[in-house]
């Protein structure tokens, strides 16, 4: 399981500076963003190697109090395996299935169309539903190109260490 970092600030707009800063500074990847019930508190939980998530909490922390609206900051470096199941930090909640699915008959019934300006406006439940569904896909499928980027560096790094070791002798 990866290291979890976590950075709560006063205010969306200053949650988004912070995840921001954090994923410029280090190689971490945000797993949420979670907006509490009170006083405007929001909570980056940013995932990724123990190093990294520090680097990347340091920054956080630091611009959030450069806003004067940090509430608090923590890094766990090694959490347990059962801690995915309370919070989202790995790919427990990306396989927890999707809300109830909806037939095309009660999804057509659910939609609200309006139109403004020639533009129209869909809102519906099942349009949400069915994009939740869709990002564990689209995670699955990053996860697999930076696990390829990974593997062409490492052996990349393997053929240059045996060249050198060649070129020594």
């Given at each position: 399981m990866k290291s979890l970092g976590l950075v709560?600030?006063?205010g969306l707009t200053n949650a988004i500076f912070v995840a921001?800063?954090?994923?410029?500074?280090?190689?971490?990847?945000v797993g949420d963003v979670e907006i509490t019930r009170g006083f405007g508190y929001v909570t980056v939980k940013v995932l990724?190697?123990?190093?990294?998530?520090n680097a990347a909490v340091s920054a956080g922390k630091s611009v959030a109090m450069d806003l004067n609206k940090l509430v608090s900051a923590k890094v766990i470096a090694r959490p347990h395996g059962d801690t995915d199941k309370?919070?989202?930090?790995?790919?427990?909640?990306?396989?927890?299935?999707?809300?109830?699915?909806?037939?095309?008959?009660?999804r057509a019934a659910k939609t609200k169309t309006t139109?403004?300006?020639?533009?129209k406006n869909v809102?519906?439940?099942?349009?949400?539903?069915n994009k939740k569904a869709e990002e564990p896909k689209k995670v699955e499928?990053?996860?697999?190109?930076?696990?390829?980027?990974?593997?062409?560096?490492?052996?990349?790094?393997?053929?240059?260490?045996?060249?050198?070791?060649?070129?020594?002798?």
């Amino acid at each position: 399981m990866k290291s979890l970092g976590l950075v709560e600030v006063i205010g969306l707009t200053n949650a988004i500076f912070v995840a921001d800063a954090m994923v410029k500074t280090a190689n971490v990847e945000v797993g949420d963003v979670e907006i509490t019930r009170g006083f405007g508190y929001v909570t980056v939980k940013v995932l990724g190697d123990v190093g990294a998530v520090n680097a990347a909490v340091s920054a956080g922390k630091s611009v959030a109090m450069d806003l004067n609206k940090l509430v608090s900051a923590k890094v766990i470096a090694r959490p347990h395996g059962d801690t995915d199941k309370v919070f989202l930090i790995d790919e427990a909640k990306n396989k927890k299935p999707a809300n109830k699915k909806v037939s095309s008959k009660n999804r057509a019934a659910k939609t609200k169309t309006t139109k403004t300006n020639g533009r129209k406006n869909v809102n519906s439940k099942a349009e949400v539903v069915n994009k939740k569904a869709e990002e564990p896909k689209k995670v699955e499928k990053i996860e697999q190109k930076v696990e390829n980027i990974d593997n062409k560096k490492e052996t990349k790094a393997v053929a240059k260490v045996s060249q050198n070791s060649n070129s020594q002798k």
